[in-house]
């Protein structure tokens, strides 16, 4: 079965430091792979996703992930973190036998001024 | 403009109420969805819409009913309210049926059961 995992519920970065959030996936296939944050009491927004080609995809927000097949890991990075950037964030992957989209637990970024 | 927008935002009600929230996308997108987001944020999918056809039924209970009366709009009616069905109901839409489809969610619908 498909799964992502998303192994920290909370990451804590000083603002300006570059902030990651970790994702690691498992599928059968090729990964097709997303990510999307959740600011409170709003609905989910697209970030970015990767399909195939480069492994550095940039995205929304100055946020680019680094898909890695070795190590399957699809890594949320940002090279200098805003208080603005607080929010709950969620790593997810196309399950290829259903077409669904599996959704990890999420991880809350916490950006302290 | 809102992309995906969904009716209503909060939702107070009774265990053994019907209630219906409603959803409509003005993106042109063929597919829609509704997920439920529980308290611990986990988020799953329960049903997916294609152009008025249901392609998605996950294993919910059939007090659960989706209704798209067109493309463009996506309902959901749950009877017999209970307890553990408090949750946010987020609505999204895509452009393809495809998991390859970049997802777009409403605000989401709060909905508390007393």
């Known amino acids: 079965a498909q799964s992502v995992a998303q192994p920290e519920d909370q990451v804590n970065v000083a603002e300006g430091n570059p902030l990651t959030v970790k994702c690691t996936y498992s599928v059968s296939g090729n990964p097709y792979l997303f990510w999307y944050v959740q600011y409170p009491n709003r609905g989910l927004q697209f970030l970015l996703k990767y399909i195939t080609g480069d492994n550095l995809v940039k995205g929304s927000y100055g946020f680019e992930a680094e898909f890695n097949k070795s190590q399957t890991s699809f890594h949320l990075k940002k090279p200098s973190a805003l208080v603005s950037d607080s929010a709950l964030y969620f790593c997810a992957v196309r399950d290829a036998g259903t077409d669904k989209l599996i959704f990890g637990t999420g991880t809350r970024l916490q950006v302290f001024p | 403009d809102t992309a995906v927008s969904q009716t209503p935002k909060y939702l107070v009600t009774q265990m053994g109420n019907d209630k219906s929230i409603k959803c409509e996308q003005n993106l042109g997108h063929d597919t829609m969805y509704w997920y439920k987001q529980d308290s611990k944020k986990f988020l799953k999918i329960m049903f997916s819409?294609?152009?008025?056809?249901?392609?998605i039924n996950e294993t919910v209970p059939n007090r659960f009913s989706p209704k798209s009366p067109d493309k463009a709009h996506l309902n959901l009616h749950i009877n017999s309210l209970e307890l553990g069905d408090s949750a946010v109901y987020f609505c999204?839409?895509?452009?393809?049926?495809?998991?390859?489809?970049?997802?777009?969610f409403g605000p989401g619908t709060r909905l508390t059961v007393l």
């Open positions: 819409y294609n152009n008025k056809e249901l392609i």
């Open positions: 999204a839409s895509s452009q393809g049926r495809t998991g390859t489809d970049t997802q777009y």
